[in-house]
């Protein structure tokens, strides 16, 4: 039966190789999100890590990669993450505050106020 599950799903082999070995893995998350730890155990749909945090129940189809840790990360993401700390800028836009758009007091002048308020009282 261990054949069988290993001809359907050829990642097994590898996983319990790391897991009975206790090798420290990186998982790489398909969001760019880096785990280092040791496997305790997976099934079809889930591995379980153990990092020094505690353990962490991780779904296989969120994993981008698997591999031994190294002690250290690719040099594209470091690159990438200086560069983006570096040149990050954090803008904010208005929104209209009213369905025409204009903003703020302007809207509340003497014109548009009294004439609104007049013609509802001669209704009445």
């Given at each position: 039966?261990?054949?069988e599950s290993e001809d359907r799903f050829p990642q097994?082999?590898?996983l319990n190789s790391l897991r009975k070995e206790r090798k420290r893995v990186q998982i790489f998350l398909i969001n760019g999100i880096r785990l280092v730890g040791t496997i305790e155990s997976f099934d079809q749909?889930?591995?379980m890590l153990s990092t020094?945090?505690?353990?962490?129940g991780i779904y296989k189809r969120a994993i981008s990669t698997v591999q031994p840790d190294t002690g250290s990360r690719p040099p594209q993401a470091?690159?990438?993450s200086r560069d983006e700390s570096s040149s990050t800028v954090?803008?904010?836009r208005r929104r209209p505050s009213g369905p025409g758009g204009s903003g703020g007091a302007g809207g509340l002048g003497s014109s548009g106020g009294g004439t609104g308020g007049s013609?509802?009282?001669h209704e009445g």
């Open positions: 039966m261990s054949t097994n082999e590898v749909y889930l591995i020094p945090s505690g353990v962490q470091r690159d990438r954090i803008t904010r013609s509802g009282t």
